[in-house]
């Protein structure tokens, strides 16, 4: 039973972010995990290939509770000599974290699997940007005030379109107007035009009708969504021609990008699996690593 992973609010509504964090977490998920000998070898007996022959949900939920909340978690469920039966991921929601640094104890509360205190052993815990070396720090921490602007352009935008069938501008007549004749010019127009702006509008003689409009490239906000995909890409570690923003891509880049993406984005993240399965799910015995 892995459960399901909370939404991370505004920030995964967020096209660039949830795809970034889409594509780490998928390409660390589809990859093998394999238990391996001291010298190397694969060792294809060893029963935790068997518990991690399905692993791609987990680690995709590990992986995307790691970017938007800091911390994934997993709990272990151990046979009586002490090998691993069985893993659960937690949601950070469920899970409290007991770090005395004076006494350098940590431990763990989750009411859904024990209801006593969790040694660390018997949990996975990958974490990002600690500051402590235990509680981590998710992405969202970091970037929020530029997933804030992100989000506010996609609103305005939102807002513009939603909107921007109507007809707006300004109307000007020769001569002077009362206030009653400007309130009932205005009125009028209103009722005719305002609600989706498709009729024909038909001008006296002495009027004139002068659009207020945005440009098309205002009017989509083209340059401040670019520059928010580029520091979305950036906070992520991702290229953005991976998140699709595409105006200074080539095909002589993507194999270098491709390449920077393994070596400085995925790499980091296989480190922290495999450090961590090979502490917790092997046993002191046994002498080996897993390796993704």
Aim: net charge negative.
């Amino acid at each position: 039973t892995f459960g399901t992973l909370n939404p991370s609010g505004s920030a995964s509504n967020l096209s660039a972010y949830f795809r970034g964090v889409d594509l780490i977490s998928d390409e660390l998920a589809i990859l093998p995990i394999k238990v391996l000998f001291k010298d190397g070898e694969s060792n294809d007996v060893h029963p935790l290939n068997s518990i991690l022959e399905n692993h791609y949900l987990l680690i995709k939920m590990l992986i995307e509770s790691v970017i938007n909340r800091g911390n994934g978690f997993c709990y272990i469920y151990r046979n009586p000599d002490g090998s691993v039966r069985e893993l659960r991921y937690l949601s950070p929601d469920d899970v409290k974290i007991e770090y005395d640094k004076n006494k350098n104890t940590l431990y763990y509360y989750s009411t859904l699997v024990s209801a006593k205190k969790i040694d660390s052993c018997n949990i996975i815990h990958l974490r990002r940007k600690a500051v402590d070396g235990v509680n981590g720090l998710s992405v969202i921490t970091y970037a929020a005030r530029t997933l804030g602007i992100a989000h506010a352009t996609d609103n305005a935008a939102r807002e513009f379109f939603n909107n921007g069938m109507n007809l707006s501008g300004i109307l000007t007549v020769q001569g002077t107007l009362n206030d009653a004749q400007r309130t009932q010019i205005r009125e009028s127009w209103n009722t005719a035009y305002a609600a989706g702006g498709s009729g024909l509008a038909i001008l006296p003689g002495n009027m004139q009708y002068q659009p207020v409009q945005l440009s098309s490239q205002d009017s989509q906000l083209l340059q401040s969504r670019v520059f928010n995909v580029q520091e979305i890409a950036r906070f992520l570690g991702v290229s953005p021609v991976l998140l699709g923003e595409l105006s200074q891509s080539s095909y002589n880049t993507l194999e270098a990008t491709q390449q920077q993406f393994l070596l400085h984005t995925l790499q980091p993240y296989i480190t922290m699996i495999e450090e961590e399965f090979t502490e917790k799910l092997l046993k002191p015995s046994e002498k080996g690593s897993m390796r993704i």
